[in-house]
């Protein structure tokens, strides 16, 4: 099988698994315990808790662990509304954002919190000008730093120049950013950066929520004063390690990874369309991450090429899944104004630290076939 | 078997399509699994019985986990609506008692999912129904009666393309439903004792007066008009014809000398004839455009069988097909509430030769009458 599904999540890196097999051998103690063994597992910790700093340039103290991205994105969210309510009950974001941003807005709207849409442009980012239209009694903005569908980078760095002028709060999800591109606490000057460890090498189950020292902050998880009484909870440990490691990795690669990547994705891209010269592919035009390329083949719906794809030994993606598991358009397309025809022939292939050139060839050669054997389908009588 | 296939299994979520999957898988084929999601799981109700919920993609989804196959929902939602609930909605205003169970295996299963194996490099296409393929003397399959003849559902493949039995398999057609119920537990299949779906899978609380008045967002049909004997006399006033369908007794509402049975829908002048049951015997049927499966029409005048629902018992009869491509049968003895809309399937033996909608029922004869009281109850249902 060629895995061309890494932004759902990547192999753990080799080193990584070492690592945390170690920890779960040897380090059994509670990192809150004050004996010996307890501060071998607090030093074990305190240790990713750097790693993971370094990697997005932001101090060790600010560092939260969490579960992952969508505890990441319920925390910064929740938490920043929360403590911000005396200010207002209104939080912003755009229709593009992950469904973990969507969900954390569904807790806060159960007591009442409004919630206000940011427009979308066809070439898949968010409008900053948009920030200067909000409700005087808006608090937080969620924006994230890549689109996991479409891997297009949004302007992040806008977005808190405007909001700063209007004394908004921001959280940045950079949970599919992370490890591929710059993610940079200082540069992108945003209050909250949520992180996860499976989608850069590390375990799934192990992310990380950055506060910005001063940003209003209530936890979600409380009953004890685990990490400086943010998010209650006794420390996954072997999961925090395994980040830790994973962070420090890619800090060290991600520069040579991404040019890599890129000319890989550019190859993939030509490839693609040579054999099929009427592919879209959504978010050309914007600067996006160099391991994703999101397209659709017109004629051959998305639902129909997951099975191709997967009979021919490839592994992609295919925009949302609905509660049954079918295939629906996404409504990142659809709020880049993706007509519905188009959006439902759409996939989305990532590629990783593991992918080879002999893959993208193959892989655009065979998405040529495939395209063309559920067009003849379809054209057969085919749904 | 002993080649390895690559196999396309399509899964309702159901007991019998788990335990065909499953029993391919075991014999050492490549399976892949595929549900067809016909019908918003969204808003459907979350009945148990009804075979395409969101509960049943999960069951599926279960039986391929649990024998290490892979599994996909493949939306079929416009098909379904296009080929199998439009057509049930029109033919109900129109008086008729659809079959869609027909429908949704000619145009889905072996229609569109059919049409999709080559694009998957799959060999076959396989399903959980209850009916056998034999090789013919010159090696074309011929499609037959299940060995449990309890549990055949032979008459709704009838309108299976001719030209995808070769790549069909049917694993349970050689099987009795306690066997694959012994099967299904000895998997450890989750579903091996869920109940049968008896009604639509897209009507599961079995309301299709409800359904269709919901679906079609209109009057057609649920307008009140009147019951009338074959005389032309009115006798009261029906509630609209999609509540009725032909050999009904129950629910008219009418008092008489004798028990009232719907002889038929008349959509153009929105009546309902009712009359006592000997009028609802018919001598024979005449179809719309008959799906033969076999490589010419059979001659005039050829003996046959003859299924007239699902749960009919099958009757003798000759066949006379027309110039048309629509075919007449003439039974042995007349038959109770031949239904325009349900199929006549005919048979040969155990083998199925051809299936068609019934346009309508041949007049009777004054001497049938006596048949009345032999003949077996009978109101269609549509059951898979």
């Not at chain 1, 051959?300 to 925009?319: F, P, Q, T």
């Amino acid at each position: 099988m060629i895995y061309f599904d890494h932004n759902a999540s990547t192999p753990v890196r080799p080193e990584v698994v070492e690592a945390m097999h170690a920890v779960l051998a040897d380090v059994s103690a509670n990192p809150s315990s004050l004996h010996r063994e307890g501060q071998r597992a607090r030093a074990a910790v305190e240790r990713a808790r750097e790693q993971v700093a370094a990697l997005l340039h932001a101090r060790p103290d600010d560092v939260v662990f969490t579960s992952g991205g969508t505890e990441g994105d319920h925390a910064g969210l929740i938490g920043a509304a929360w403590a911000l309510e005396p200010q207002g009950r209104r939080i912003a974001f755009a229709a593009l954002e992950h469904h973990a941003v969507h969900g954390a807005a569904e807790v806060l709207a159960r007591s009442g919190f409004e919630i206000e849409h940011l427009p979308v442009l066809a070439d898949g980012w968010v409008l900053p000008a948009a920030l200067d239209a909000l409700p005087a009694d808006t608090t937080v903005v969620a924006v994230m730093l890549a689109n996991n569908e479409t891997g297009v980078l949004q302007p992040v760095a806008e977005i808190v120049r405007r909001a700063r002028a209007r004394g908004l709060r921001v959280l940045c999800d950079a949970v599919q950013a992370a490890g591929k591109i710059p993610a940079d606490f200082e540069v992108l000057g945003a209050d909250y950066l949520v992180v996860s460890g499976h989608k850069f090498g590390g375990p799934k189950g192990a992310g990380a929520l950055i506060v910005r020292p001063g940003a209003p902050f209530e936890p979600l998880f409380r009953g004890s004063g685990h990490e400086r009484g943010r998010r209650g909870g006794t420390e996954n440990v072997p999961g925090i390690v395994g980040l830790g490691l994973a962070a420090e990795l890619a800090a060290r690669e991600q520069r040579a990874e991404a040019v890599r990547l890129l000319a890989l994705r550019e190859r993939f891209e030509r490839g693609l369309r040579v054999v099929l010269p009427d592919l879209v592919v959504h978010g050309a035009r914007a600067p996006r991450l160099p391991n994703t390329v999101n397209a659709s083949f017109p004629g051959a719906r998305s639902d129909h090429l997951l099975m191709a794809l997967d009979a021919r030994g490839i592994e992609v993606s295919a925009g949302a899944a609905c509660a049954s598991g079918a295939v629906e358009p996404s409504p990142v397309l659809a709020s880049m104004g993706v007509p519905r025809e188009l959006a439902v022939c759409a996939l989305r292939f990532s590629m990783g630290r593991t992918t080879t050139e002999a893959e993208v060839d193959e892989v655009a050669a065979a998405v040529g076939e495939a395209v063309r054997a559920v067009r003849a389908a379809s054209a057969g009588g085919g749904a | 078997m002993s080649d390895r296939l690559r196999v396309l299994v399509a899964m309702s979520g159901g007991v019998d399509s788990g335990v065909a999957a499953a029993l391919l898988a075991e014999q050492g084929h490549e399976v892949t699994g595929v549900t067809l999601k016909l019908w918003c799981h969204g808003v459907a109700p979350a009945a148990p019985r009804a075979c395409c919920t969101l509960e049943s993609i999960e069951q599926a989804r279960a039986v391929a986990r649990r024998l290490g196959f892979p599994h996909f929902v493949v939306d079929a939602e416009e098909a379904f609506r296009a080929h199998v609930l439009q057509p049930f909605l029109d033919d109900y205003a129109a008086g008729r008692t659809p079959y869609p169970c027909a429908l949704c295996n000619q145009h889905l299963k072996f229609g569109d999912l059919f049409a999709r194996l080559d694009s998957l490099g799959a060999d076959r296409l396989a399903t959980g129904h209850y009916a056998r393929l034999e090789p013919l003397a010159d090696g074309t399959p011929a499609l037959l009666r299940a060995a449990d003849l309890a549990k055949d559902q032979s008459y709704a493949l009838a309108l299976t393309p001719r030209a995808a039995l070769p790549r069909l398999l049917f694993p349970l057609g050689s099987l009795t439903k306690v066997e694959v119920r012994e099967h299904g537990r000895r998997l450890g299949l989750a579903l091996w004792d869920r109940p049968e779906s008896q009604d639509l899978c897209f009507v599961p609380d079995g309301d299709y007066a409800g359904f269709i008045a919901q679906s079609q967002g209109g009057e057609r049909g649920a307008t009140p008009g009147p019951f009338e004997d074959s005389e032309g006399c009115r006798l009261g006033t029906h509630r609209g014809i999609i509540h009725y369908t032909v050999g009904q007794r129950r629910g008219l509402g009418l008092a008489a000398a004798e028990p009232l049975y719907v002889l038929a829908l008349d959509a153009g002048r929105n009546a309902v004839v009712v009359g006592p049951r000997a009028a609802l015997l018919a001598p024979g049927l005449v179809t719309a455009r008959v799906h033969w499966l076999t490589s010419a029409p059979p001659a005039d005048g050829t003996c046959a069988g003859v299924k007239i629902r699902y749960n009919h018992g099958g009757a003798d009869a000759t066949l006379h097909p027309c110039a048309d491509g629509a075919c007449a049968a003439r039974f042995e003895q007349p038959q109770v509430a031949v239904t325009p809309g349900q199929l006549a399937v005919f048979y040969d033996g155990n083998r199925v030769l051809g299936g068609a909608a019934i346009e309508r029922a041949l007049p009777p004869r004054a001497t049938d009458a006596a048949g009345a009281a032999r003949a077996t109850d009978a109101a269609p249902t549509a059951v898979t």
